[in-house]
């Protein structure tokens, strides 16, 4: 047996992974592994806990997505006490999960993935960051964390907080919104559209036509998708909607939340904490093998893009369009969920300006009566890294009887080995490799967002 | 060149990165000026065992300044929060994870090793699924606050902690003076109208939205406290409106938490909670969960498994 | 090996504490797994007190005072009691059995009810077992 070359920690992801490269005597790739490291037990220290609490405690689950723990919950916290939320607290609710879609996707592609592209994959560590990215494109910079505060403040300003949100209630949402704020809110959402389309365009020329090609392969895998669409016409949806797991020659099935079990399974791994969500309904297994993967399906932007039959908002359906004419559907190549992620940046700037322009949004009716009881709720979103299953069961005080959550990022854990490997054979041949190839490496895995 | 800082998140959720992320606009020369960061996960590539991972002992470059967020959890933790003692001449401790525990140390309350056995048997897990031991850093005993392992300079809680306070301290460490933060507990800082008086003689669960006028700032809304909701407010430190302002939830018209600690260093959340409701005449035992008042401090040997009473003899 | 615990005593100045002195005057026999601290009345201990005795090592907490109506400071010993109530039904929530509590009112003259009390709570937390398992 050879050496084994850690890559640790992952860096410019949003998690704790490691990565692990066993070389065999020849110096050639014989095994990979992308460790996941966390593990803390949310499901089992909410137990007990009054239901309407949870959503402000799950949210700890990630700093980076709260929004999304927190409206999951939410969601799930309704369907146990069996409440509906009013009109107005849903879309209260809508709107502010797609405006955090909007500051990680400006997060995850500038601060974390862009360096790669600006400065190359084999610039130095020291510069290959936002810093560098800072010094060699300071406009381009200051542009971007002006827009991602922005985002973040106008959450801020609307809900309290922006980070562990506490706004959104079982029943509804904690406050009404005011006619001052719909129209800063507005005003707000429209500069980051216009971000959004030139972020897109700066994407295309500055990024997808330079890299492209040299890249088309890096971490290539052929697998299924899985994401929420639209009940009624299949378009793409963030808050609400079905989920439609597609194979990769484009046949899928559409099911409710509620039946995920039926759909959905995790396999768990003696090296890994993270459990890989793979498609029990398939019939075929789990199997990473890169040539006849089993039951491998992907989630988060690439594969919201391929299961959508369409997107409601004009700009987002424009450039989807053009994504579908140049990369198919399904498109397989993993650095694509780049491209896809911009795309739906642009939706959820749409989103956020249709739902302010709804006319009923200042309504004060935002909060359902509520009686807590005993019953059982699956609460789904899609979260920026897949779609996000949080399963409750409470007991007839409404406290938390037992709780079962299938995060976005662990449906994309089996993929990313199987990426991580394929990138890591293509790129390490008779023991050459340097920190440039190394970088690649976990290129792959960036694509994702984890 | 600025001055270096190396940045690490242990048992942490990311929120306390993305507070510091939110600095906003101050944030580029905050980064690329007044700091020179060398090892930070989440913005850079320095890692552990070389940059072609073919070391055997993890290494972090010597800094200035030393930022942890997270609670101790693991064996890595416990590693990584070594090692930055080692090279870091100022450690801080940002964030209420790293300073009293925080959410992850709710799990103090329970049986761990039932819990992560449950944990990999669920309605959606393959059968017969253990608990993963490969190449996964062992658990410890229970969730640690930093300071219970090593010697900590100073602490910023907040789940997360303000971007401007995060900002004011490092920026006074640099500057070499003091930096200025709020000493004082939440409802301190809280503007909503205190009568004196609570309405009722017990807390109701937050299944009803508080009394307010949309149309007014939330000095006209009654304290949420007098209106029967539990607000923490009264135990929980000051901070999360950056000093001045509302406080965060507040301000969007939902009860304190207590996401920022107890107001003292060492107090205790829900004594001081229990004590200030039945000092002002409100049952103690109305509380529904009365221990996830601790659920931001539970490191420090605060929170335990249960223990069930002991029959009579 | 068996288990020696440690039990924290707090005592008020003007009764509890004169019966443990007179305790010791008397040459009384009484376990060595006490530890007294003389405060100036029972209605002094704050429940922090007892929690942080209990997460720092003590294995059980007493509080002795005066008998009621015969504080030194009026109420103390009431507030004491109103108190009691609530460190019990708190130590379940701090993971704590109830038995680990004890309060008691001695008089100054009571060396023998001192003794009492301080060996059967002695008895009852060896039986419990050590507070931090
Ligand atoms: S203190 Fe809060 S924001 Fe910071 S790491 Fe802990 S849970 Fe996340
Ligand atoms: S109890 Fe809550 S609402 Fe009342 S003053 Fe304090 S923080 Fe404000
Ligand atoms: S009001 Fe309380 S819970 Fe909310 S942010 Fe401030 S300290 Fe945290
Ligand atoms: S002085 Fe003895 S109880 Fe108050």
């Given amino acids: 047996m050879g050496r084994v070359l850690n890559i640790a920690p992952v860096s410019r992801i949003e998690g704790h992974a ?91 592609f500038f601060f974390l993935a862009a360096p790669d592209f600006v400065l190359g994959p084999d610039a130095d560590y020291s510069v290959r960051n936002v810093m560098g990215l800072v010094k060699a494109a300071p406009e381009l910079a200051r542009q971007v964390v002006r827009m991602r505060q922005l985002g973040q403040k106008m959450l801020e300003g609307f809900a309290g907080r922006a980070i562990h949100p506490v706004a959104g209630v ?25 971000f959004s389309r030139y972020a897109l365009d700066f994407a295309i020329t500055d990024v997808f036509a330079k890299y492209m090609d040299a890249f088309s392969d890096l971490g290539g895998i052929k697998t299924g998708f899985l994401g929420m669409v639209d009940r009624e016409d299949g378009s793409l949806r963030l808050y609400d909607g079905k989920l439609r797991l597609m194979k990769h020659d484009a046949s899928f099935v559409d099911f409710e939340g509620d039946d995920y079990t039926e759909y959905l399974a995790e396999h768990v791994v003696p090296w890994g904490y993270s459990k890989m969500v ?42 989807l369009e053009e994504f579908r004419s140049l990369f198919g559907r399904p498109a397989q190549q993993t650095l694509l969920y780049h491209y896809a992620r911009l795309i739906e940046l642009i939706y959820s700037c749409e989103r956020t300006i249709e739902i302010l322009e709804w006319p009923e949004i200042t309504g004060s009716d935002v909060r359902a009566k509520v009686v807590p009881k005993a019953g059982r709720g699956v609460g789904l979103v899609e979260a920026p890294r897949g779609t996000l299953i949080h399963d409750y069961t409470t007991d007839e005080n409404g406290c938390i009887t037992s709780a079962n959550m299938i995060v976005g990022t662990t449906h994309n854990i089996a993929p990313m080995n199987m990426s991580v490997k394929r990138a890591a054979s293509a790129l390490i041949k008779n023991g050459v490799y340097s920190e440039g190839i190394l970088n690649q490496v976990e290129m792959a895995v960036r694509a994702y967002d984890p | ?274 004590n200030g409701l039945a000092s002002n005449g409100i049952d103690f035992k109305s509380v529904v969960d009365r221990r996830s008042i601790l659920r931001f401090s539970g490191a420090h040997g605060r929170l335990r498994p249960l223990k069930k009473r002991v029959a009579k003899e | 090996m068996d288990f020696e615990p440690k039990i ?14 007179l305790a010791g005057i008397n040459r009384m026999q009484y376990p060595h797994n006490v530890w007294i601290i003389r405060l100036m009345c029972s209605g002094m201990v704050h429940p922090e007190f007892i929690m942080d005795a209990l997460s720092q090592g003590a294995d059980g907490v007493m509080v002795l005072g005066c008998h009621l109506g015969e504080c030194h400071y009026r109420d103390g010993n009431y507030r004491a009691l109103d108190r009691s109530d609530m460190v019990v039904e708190l130590l379940e929530d701090f993971g704590y059995e109830q038995e680990r509590f004890h309060l008691a009112w001695i008089s100054s003259q009571e060396a023998d009810k001192f003794v009492e009390v301080v060996s059967g709570m002695v008895n009852r937390i060896k039986k419990l077992g050590p507070a931090g398992g």
């Fill in chain 1, 18 to 108: 490691k990565i692990a490269i066993h070389l065999d005597d020849d110096g050639n790739v014989a095994e990979t592994f992308l460790h996941v490291q966390s593990l803390r037990g949310f499901e089992k220290f909410i137990e007990g806990r009054p239901a309407e609490e949870v959503p402000r405690i799950v949210n700890r689950i990630c700093g980076i997505c709260p929004w999304m723990h927190h409206l999951a919950s939410n969601k799930a916290v309704d369907g146990a006490f069996g409440v509906t939320p009013t009109p107005v607290g849903y879309k209260l609710r809508e709107m502010c999960q797609v405006m955090a879609h909007i500051s990680d996707k400006i997060l995850h």
């Fill in chain 1, 170 to 194: 079982v029943g509804g949402f904690a406050k009404p919104m005011i006619e001052e704020e719909r129209k800063e809110l507005l005003c707000g959402a429209r500069e980051l559209l216009d």
């Fill in chain 2, 1 to 274: 060149m600025g001055v270096t800082a190396a940045m690490e998140w242990l048992g942490s959720c990311s929120g306390c990165e993305i507070a510091f992320l939110n600095i906003g606009e101050d944030l580029v020369p905050l980064i690329t000026e007044t700091l020179d960061l060398v090892h930070a996960p989440l913005l850079m590539d320095h890692k552990y065992f070389g940059q072609c991972g073919e070391g055997v002992t993890l290494e972090i470059p010597d800094a200035v300044i030393g930022i942890v967020t997270g609670g101790v959890n693991n064996r890595e933790h416990l590693t990584v929060l070594r090692q930055m003692r080692k090279k870091c001449r100022l450690l801080i401790a940002l964030g209420t994870c790293a300073t009293h525990g925080g959410i992850p140390a709710l799990m103090n309350g329970q049986d761990q090793q039932a819990s992560w056995q449950a944990i990999f048997k669920t309605v959606s897990t393959d059968p017969g699924a253990e608990i993963p031991e490969v190449e996964v850093p062992p658990p410890l005993d229970r969730v640690y606050a930093c300071d219970e392992k090593v010697k900590i300079d100073m602490q910023l809680p907040g789940c997360p902690p303000n971007p401007e306070l995060i900002a004011e301290l490092l920026v006074a460490i640099v500057e070499g003076r003091s930096p200025v933060l709020p000493g004082k507990s939440v409802c301190d800082t809280c503007p909503a109208r205190r009568e004196g008086r609570s309405v009722v003689g017990k807390v109701k669960r937050f299944i009803e939205n508080v009394e307010f006028d949309p149309g007014e700032p939330v000095s006209g809304m009654r304290c949420l406290l007098e209106q029967g909701f539990m607000c923490m407010g009264p135990v929980t430190a000051g901070g999360c409106n950056g000093g001045e302002g509302v406080p965060a939830c507040i301000s969007a018209r939902v009860p304190c938490r207590g996401c920022f600690g107890p107001v003292r260093k060492n107090g205790n959340q829900l004594l001081d909670m229990m």
């Fill in chain 3, 8 to 21: 924290i005593v707090f005592c008020c100045n003007w009764c509890s504490y004169a019966a443990a002195d």
């Fill in chain 1, 278 to 319: 793979y498609a029990k309904s398939w019939d075929e297994g789990f199997d990473m093998t890169l040539t006849a993967p089993r039951g491998i399906y992907r989630a988060n932007t690439l594969a919201r893009i391929n299961v959508c039959d369409k997107i409601s908002t004009p700009g987002a359906q424009a450039a």
